[in-house]
């Protein structure tokens, strides 16, 4: 029987307008995206897929477009609370030192496409300065900024407040208005028991705010989420900008 030869699998092209759709990317001048080129690869990033694990070498650096990121910290116990969230507007797996290990576990909550680059490439553009170690520094000032408000509001903030700033900080990496999350997501995100945000999304629900059905929540004012959120969300809303304004100089 002869053998079936099978044509090796073209890998995806990356395009000027497909790397623009990362914010970060696009606060770029031409030139200088362009001179990535060659590092960059367009990646899938498929739900649930760990990008790296607390502890593990970070070999390579993501710029998600249509995907979200959930950083996570995972206690010895098993326990796990999300730290923060990354979608079209940052970089995730930034590690600007050769032996540096990762401190928290990058999981894939919402599917799509990213860009993915070398670290040690990454480490050589950091090191030799220029516009992308610019970004990335005041990406990092901004990313401290929101973790500690996320600290901040974990302590002084109610359930449903909670659910509000982490509905919204999905719709802001979102395309629509629909979040495919379930309440035992929610639940081990945040940190509390499932009746708790069973009972939250209820009140959401009632107030017009949202509709929750299996799986599936549709936000259906935003203003009146932001504003049942209050401070736990509000600052945050200028980190939300498009990057070539968040971050240039």
Request: glycine share 8%; hydrophobic share 40%.
């Amino acid at each position: 029987m002869n053998a079936i030869h099978t044509a090796p699998v073209a890998a995806p092209q990356v395009s000027l307008i497909g790397a623009q759709q990362n914010d970060l990317l696009r606060a770029l001048s031409r030139d200088d995206l362009l001179a990535l080129f060659g590092d960059l690869e367009l990646v899938t990033l498929p739900e649930g897929k760990h990008l790296f694990d607390f502890g593990a070498t970070v070999e390579y650096t993501y710029f998600p477009t249509n995907a979200i990121i959930s950083l996570q910290y995972v206690m010895e116990d098993g326990a796990t609370t999300e730290i923060a969230v990354v979608g079209r507007e940052g970089v995730v797996g930034v590690a600007l030192h050769p032996t540096e290990r990762a401190s928290y576990s990058a999981v894939v909550q919402t599917a799509g496409y990213g860009y993915r680059l070398k670290t040690s490439v990454l480490r050589d553009v950091f090191y030799t300065g220029g516009p992308l170690a610019q970004q990335l520094m005041r990406y990092t000032s901004s990313m401290f900024a929101q973790l500690a408000q996320s600290v901040a509001g974990s302590r002084h903030s109610s359930i449903e407040q909670k659910l509000c700033r982490w509905l919204l900080e999905r719709l802001d990496r979102s395309l629509s208005n629909e979040l495919k999350v379930t309440q035992e997501m929610i639940a081990n995100m945040l940190g509390v028991r499932r009746e708790s945000i069973t009972g939250a999304a209820g009140k959401l629900a009632q107030e017009g705010l949202i509709i929750y059905r299996r799986g599936l929540v549709t936000v259906l004012d935003r203003d009146g989420m932001e504003r049942r959120a209050g401070s736990c969300y509000q600052s945050r809303v200028s980190n939300t900008a498009p990057a070539q304004q968040r971050y240039a100089a």
